[in-house]
């Protein structure tokens, strides 16, 4: 299962694999019970992950490069209960985060598929990253 795959879906938990796309939709497999399902695009949004950006004090930077900070990082996973373990997290692993705009209802989903996508074994990466020149 590849990274650029992977949508979050308004409205349900979780994260979904794109398997297919309709007019009106698309059909999705659950990452955390694999279900396939057909999804409205008339009810839902969909929002790849690859193209979904965090706020930081700098640049904003894309989510991939907050869940790799959090793969090299020694520290544990706060329960996603916890607002204040989540945010405390975040300061130790990316502390580049800019706290005031980025929500703890935001961390805590970052932390929840972080989870989901360790449990999947799928590493996070952008399917065509910038060539570096020489």
Known sequence: MEYSKLISITGLNGLFELVGSKTDG??????EDKSTKFVSSR???FSHLESIEVYTIRENVNLVEVFQAMGKSKESLPSDKD???VKAYFQKVYADMD???VYASDMK????????????NIEPKLSEEPEEEA
């Open 26 to 31: 698309a059909i999705v497999k659950s990452l």
């Open 43 to 45: 009810i839902h949004n």
């Open 83 to 85: 607002a204040a373990a």
């Open 99 to 101: 706290f005031d705009r």
């Open 109 to 120: 989903k970052m932390i929840k598929w972080f989870s989901i996508l360790k449990a999947n």
